[in-house]
């Protein structure tokens, strides 16, 4: 058999390629959940940054006197 045509031939096992479709589904999805943790994080330090500058120039206003 011409290798090119292998590539394009189904392996002939329906449940094999459905395996492998739902593994990829997974992995997918548990990237997505990982992506979205980060995410998550980001936007909670961005939070905790805000208040810290705003801390900090609270600080520098009551030093000014």
């Given amino acids: 058999m011409d290798p090119s ?3 394009r ?3 002939g096992d329906p449940g094999t390629s459905q395996k492998k479709i ?3 589904q997974g992995q ?3 990237v997505t959940n990982v992506l ?3 995410i ?3 936007v ?4 905790r940054l805000d208040q810290l500058e705003d801390r900090s120039g609270k600080r520098i206003d009551e030093c000014a006197c």
Avoid: F, L
């Fill in 9 to 11: 031939t189904p392996s």
């Fill in 36 to 38: 979205q943790e980060n």
């Fill in 28 to 30: 997918v999805t548990e």
């Fill in 22 to 24: 739902s593994a990829v």
């Fill in 44 to 47: 909670e330090r961005g939070q």
């Fill in 40 to 42: 998550n994080k980001i």
């Fill in 5 to 7: 045509t292998a590539a």
